[in-house]
């Protein structure tokens, strides 16, 4: 095995693992595009794709002479934000961040320095572990460079093309606790983090596009001692990467220690394809962003009633959802507990409480939803446009009255998913009308008396003739039967013969 | 005594006066004199006389005009105008056409002012005697081997050589009022956040404010009341109506209490003394209670400002890099390409300024620096605050001395910056202040005393200053 080990095996030890008697230290800066309609200074359009540098204005280009105007939106946003995870939402100030790149129009960047809007929080992850969130705060994007001609890199282009659509677009930085003890446990932050910031409508979660953006703070030390030496990781687009990078690194910081080196502070970039980290700059080349307070801006004080109308208005969360959907079900055990982080994770619950509410078995609901829906979810979320709720609760009560067996249930499910009908009209046009429990003993019956020299095999003992007999009983009763239940009636016939006379 | 710009509105109005003969008649002296003079960046004659045809057609079909309809304004060289170069003096923004307009010209072309050109700076506003231009000094027409003072010095000059009738300039630290006295002319720096500031180019945004230059107290009080109120492009933009200020009767003092702050008087040349006593003595004269006091903070003001203002200045003209617009000096790789379009594009006093402020925003010295003159500055509001429950007014001169030679300080900053220790606290505090030409001094030359207020208390402000205008001597 290498050492990096398996996934299982990281499962097994949950979250932290050990590498050589140290234990990985990781704190994440999440950065956030959110949501809003227009810029976070500007009225320009915030959108992704456009044609080059058509979404701009004085404003956003940092034309001379031209002045920031906040975007309530945005605010209202971070402060769904900071209410989501758990912080304290405060009166806070802007600062200017200055530092020079051709992407910044401005050559400062406008962001929340000392006095952030958010504090203080914490995110529980579904596993159990809580990470703290030290800061959530509000901020502009910087425009995006294209280095072209020569290697393609910065240092040996020819020329530069920047767009300036992203530059202003408001962004909020999340920033964790270094609480993170592992790769995996940095993927279950991320995604956990994602799906809040899509249940309250700040963020579209799409990692591919850069509208959700992470760094990783990785350190190394042995459990109890203060934290080493920190690296920072970037250009992690997508859990994946970011997952491997934190055990890369991880490993790569406890040879250095190993060996009786030591970890140098730096900036690392992570290369996907090569599967290792490299060095981006060295802590010598650190800038010094000469911080002050932005005099363009007043400050922002959100009022108690603009809270309090937010506060009321928040969607319900991925932890509250998966809560209430355990509940509803009435389930138990790891196994239910994943079904259920899959089914709120794809947005399917609201389909399992229909059906629990119209009387179907919970356990059936969420089985149907986490593995049949969320499947046809994967391929095509558009597929459960079609799908009404009322009408995955009457297939589920289908199922479960045995009027359908599971092989038809799954038929007429992925039908449903297409069409949108009900599920009855669907069962009676495929001729899955009930199979009555007597009609299915007459069934086996006759199928045991046309086959009698394989019935004599199976009697002898020879297991995988059940197979057989199961074929056939299908076969007669046009697909209706159901499997388990023609088994079922085999061991019974079997158990009668062997105890006649 | 020259028309005010009631008088001309009037006179175009009723047909009386022809716009386009009136803003020949100032092209015309703009012709024989702006070549010793040098007040203007750019003088837009042909955008001046169109304008002025357009009213004049106007007039003739009876349609409706503007409160400075037919007025000729002259506009520093860092409000943005459409289409016109607005280059802040400086080689970076030489060839620059800023797509949109600041409000401020908006608000003056929306009362058909017209615009006759873009007048001379000190380059980003940064001097106090417009010789750090790109474009060459501004002379005095008063003395033409004299200063216009600065940094609106071009302004100053064009309203004293009747290039224009008023003109907008912008206050930092005392670049309208300054010039204003050095020229023998009004100059009103407006309550921060008055004005909008929106198409101003920054030099220090928590201290900036544009406002009027004018023959008369009545002239720039009209302008400001034009110019003034909410902007919702500017975020400082104070929610306050634009204040009342024109026709206000100023025949009596009766009832105003004024003080005379010691520590900007002391250091005054002895002739720029004697007019502030003159001055002092005409209020009372007027009905006013006049009496010295003291306010110590003042004199940590010039201190102060010079942490503060280039500090933020030195973040405000970071976007000067050669990758979006103005200069480019190109080089291998683009921090090369920063470094040599700012080195070649700038002067040496904004680099002096830039430098300044970058030290002062240093990790570990913000606190000493940045942090110190922030609690300097709440310090002084609160001593003006405390003035003021004493006081409605309060005075001082404009300047300590009357406009110097050329040449003269541009190789000592020091002594340059001493020339506006008398108006920068007023931009501190965010408060306005006017100066009113009162007299002469040494030589000749105009001395300006300076009227302070609190905030949004301009209207007390032009009272006490028309009292003056009506007084000097
Ligand atoms: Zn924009």
Redesign the interface.
Same mark, same amino acid.
């Given at each position: 095995m290498s050492a990096y080990g398996s996934e299982r095996q990281r499962r097994r030890e949950g979250g932290a693992r050990d590498y050589e008697g140290f234990e990985c230290v990781v704190g994440l800066e999440v950065h956030c595009e959110l949501l809003t309609a227009t810029k976070l200074f500007c009225g320009c359009k915030n959108a992704f794709g456009d044609e080059p540098n058509t979404n701009t204005c004085?404003v956003c280009?940092?034309? %001379?002479?031209?002045?920031?105007?906040?975007n309530g939106h945005a605010v209202e946003l971070a402060m769904r934000i900071g209410l989501a995870l758990n912080c304290t939402v405060q009166p806070s100030i802007f600062h200017?961040k200055?530092y020079?790149y %051709?992407d910044m129009?401005?050559?400062?960047q406008i962001s929340q320095y000392d006095i952030p809007i958010n504090t203080d929080g914490y995110l529980d992850l579904p596993s159990g572990a809580r990470v703290g969130i030290v800061r959530a705060h509000i901020e502009e994007d910087t425009g995006k460079t294209t280095h072209s001609g020569g290697g393609g890199r910065i240092?040996d282009a020819m020329y530069?093309l920047?767009d300036y659509n992203r530059a202003g677009v408001p962004l909020v930085e999340i920033v964790s606790e270094p609480d993170i003890r592992s790769g995996e446990q940095a993927r279950e932050y991320v995604s956990e983090l994602r799906a809040v910031l899509v249940a309250v409508g700040a963020s579209d979660g799409r990692m591919e596009e850069g509208s959700l953006r992470v760094d990783a703070n990785v350190s190394v030390r042995r459990p109890g001692e203060p934290f080493g030496t920190r690296c920072e990781i970037k250009n992690l687009n997508s859990l994946r990467s970011l997952g491997r990078a934190v055990d890369y690194e991880t490993r790569r910081q406890v040879d250095l220690l190993v060996s009786g080196g030591a970890v140098a502070q730096e900036t690392r970039h992570w290369d996907e394809q090569a599967g290792h980290t490299v060095v981006m700059r060295s802590k010598e080349e650190a800038e010094?962003?000469?911080?002050?307070p932005e005099?363009?801006?007043?400050p922002l004080a959100p009022d108690a009633a603009w809270q309090e109308r937010i506060s009321r208005a928040m969607a319900p969360l991925p932890a509250g959802r998966r809560r209430a959907l355990l509940d509803s079900v009435g389930a138990e055990g790891p196994a239910m507990v994943e079904r259920v982080a899959t089914v709120v994770a794809q947005d399917l619950d609201g389909y399992v409480m229909a059906a629990v509410d119209a009387g179907a078995p919970g356990a059936l609901a969420l089985s149907r939803a986490a593995n049949e829906l969320a499947a046809a979810c994967a391929e095509d979320a558009s597929l459960l446009d079609a799908l009404e709720p009322g009408h995955f609760a009457s297939l589920v009560a289908m199922e479960a009255r045995g009027d359908l067996t599971a092989t038809q249930a799954k038929a007429v499910l992925a039908e449903m998913l297409t069409s949108g009908e009900p599920p009855e009209a669907i069962a009676s046009r495929k001729g899955f009308e009930a199979l009555d429990p007597g009609s299915l003993r007459r069934a086996v019956e006759e199928v045991v008396a046309a086959n009698s020299a394989e019935w004599e095999r199976y009697k002898e003992g020879e297991a995988k003739m059940a197979q057989f007999f199961v074929g056939q009983v299908m076969k007669a009763t046009r697909q209706k039967a159901d499997g388990k239940a023609v088994m079922a009636l085999l061991a019974d016939l079997l158990r009668g013969s062997a105890g006649a006379p | 005594m020259a028309k005010t710009i009631e008088a001309i509105v009037a006179g175009v109005r009723s047909g009386e006066i022809d716009p386009v003969a009136l803003v020949d008649q100032h092209l015309k002296l703009i012709e024989e004199n702006e070549p010793s003079t040098n007040a203007f960046i750019t003088v837009l004659a042909d955008h001046a006389r169109q304008k002025a045809g357009e009213i004049a057609s106007r007039v003739a079909a009876g349609d409706p005009v503007g409160r400075l309809a037919g007025v000729p304004v002259a506009v520093k060289d860092?409000?943005?105008l459409r289409g016109a170069p607005?280059t802040?003096a400086s080689r970076i923004?030489e060839h620059?056409h800023?797509?949109?307009d600041?409000t401020v010209l908006s608000r003056l072309l929306a009362e058909d002012a017209i615009i006759v050109g873009k007048t001379n700076m000190d380059e980003f506003a940064m001097g106090s005697s417009t010789e750090h231009s790109a474009r060459g000094p501004t002379h005095n027409p008063r003395d033409m081997t004299r200063v216009p003072g600065g940094s609106s010095g071009g302004s100053a000059a064009a309203v004293a050589a009747r290039f224009a009738q008023a003109a907008l300039g912008s206050d930092t630290g005392g670049s309208i009022r300054q010039p204003a006295a050095f020229c023998g002319v009004v100059g009103l720096k407006p309550t921060y956040g008055l004005v909008s500031?929106?198409?101003?180019?920054?030099f220090?945004?928590?201290l900036d404010q544009v406002g009027p230059l004018a023959g008369s107290v009545a002239d720039a009080a009209l302008l400001l009341e034009i110019i003034a109120g909410h902007d919702?492009?500017?975020?400082?933009s104070l929610d306050a109506p634009a204040p009342r200020l024109a026709g206000q009767a100023a025949d009596s003092a009766e009832g105003l209490s004024i003080g005379i702050v010691r520590e900007l008087s002391d250091g005054a040349d002895p002739e720029v003394k004697r007019r502030l006593d003159e001055a002092a003595e005409s209020l009372e004269r007027a009905g006013a209670r006049v009496e010295s006091c003291s306010i110590p903070e003042v004199s940590y003001a010039l201190p102060a400002y010079y942490l503060l203002a280039p500090?933020?200045a030195?973040?405000n003209l970071?976007?000067y890099?050669g990758?979006?617009?103005g200069l480019r000096v190109n080089a291998a790789?683009?921090?090369t390409m920063?470094a040599r379009t700012r080195s070649v594009g700038f002067g040496a006093e904004v680099k002096r300024r830039i430098m300044l402020g970058?030290y002062a925003?240093?990790?570990g010295y913000?606190d000493a620096y940045?942090g110190q003159a922030q609690r300097v500055r709440t310090l002084l509001i609160r001593a003006f605050d405390a003035a003021y429950e004493r006081y409605d007014a309060l005075l001082s001169p404009t300047a300590p001395t009357t406009a110097f030679r050329l040449k003269e300080r541009v190789e000592d900053p020091i002594a340059m910056y001493l020339s506006d220790v008398c108006t920068i606290p007023s931009n501190l505090a965010g408060h306005p202040a006017i100066s009113v030409p009162f007299g002469t001094g040494e030589a000749g030359m105009p001395v300006g005393v300076q009227v302070m207020a609190p905030a949004l208390a301009e209207a007390v402000m032009v009272r006490v200053a028309t009292i003056l205008e009506q007084a000097a001597p």
């Open positions: 004085p280009l940092g034309l %001379p002479g031209s002045l920031p105007v906040l200017r200055n020079f %051709p129009p401005k050559d400062y240092h530069s920047v010094d962003y000469r911080y002050f005099p363009d801006l007043v | 860092n409000l943005c607005t802040c923004l620059w800023p797509p949109y600041a500031r929106y198409g101003l180019v920054a220090a945004s928590s919702h492009m500017d975020s400082t500090a933020e030195s973040s970071a976007r890099d990758v979006r617009y790789d683009t921090p920063n970058t925003l240093r990790a913000y940045y």
